[in-house]
C-alpha cells in the first residue's frame, strides 16, 4: 500500500470512527453501554476507538451489532465521505 492509499484509509477510519461517536452521542449512549453492545465490559475499549490509540477501529462486526441495536442499515453507520 503506497503512503496515499495508507493515508487515505487512515482518514476513512478516523471519519468512521467520529460518525459513529456522534451517532452513539446523538442516542445518549455511554461508552459503556456502547462496550456492552459490542461484547466488552469496560469504557477502555470504546474509548481507545474513539481516540484511534494504535491504530483502534471499529470492524464489520461491530458494525452489524450497532446496526441491529440501533435498528439501521450498517451503511447507515459509514461516514458520508468520498475518498
Same mark, same amino acid.
Given at each position: 500500500?503506497? @503512503?496515499?492509499?495508507?493515508? =487515505?484509509? /487512515?482518514?476513512?477510519? =478516523?471519519?468512521? /470512527?467520529?460518525? #459513529?461517536?456522534?451517532?452513539? @452521542?446523538? &442516542?445518549?449512549?455511554?461508552?459503556? @453501554?456502547?462496550?456492552? #453492545? ?7 475499549? #470504546?474509548?481507545? #476507538?474513539?481516540? &484511534?490509540?494504535?491504530?483502534? !477501529?471499529? !470492524? ?15 451503511? =447507515?453507520?459509514? *461516514? *458520508?465521505? &468520498?475518498?
Amino acid at each position: 500500500m503506497s @503512503k496515499e492509499e495508507h493515508s =487515505d484509509v /487512515t482518514a476513512y477510519y =478516523d471519519a468512521l /470512527t467520529e460518525h #459513529i461517536k456522534h451517532l452513539r @452521542k446523538e &442516542r445518549n449512549i455511554s461508552q459503556l @453501554k456502547m462496550a456492552n #453492545i459490542l461484547g466488552h465490559n469496560s469504557t477502555s475499549f #470504546i474509548a481507545r #476507538i474513539e481516540l &484511534r490509540q494504535n491504530n483502534a !477501529n471499529y !470492524n464489520l462486526s461491530h458494525l452489524i451489532l450497532l446496526a441491529k441495536e440501533w435498528n439501521l442499515e450498517v451503511c =447507515d453507520l459509514l *461516514p *458520508p465521505v &468520498r475518498i
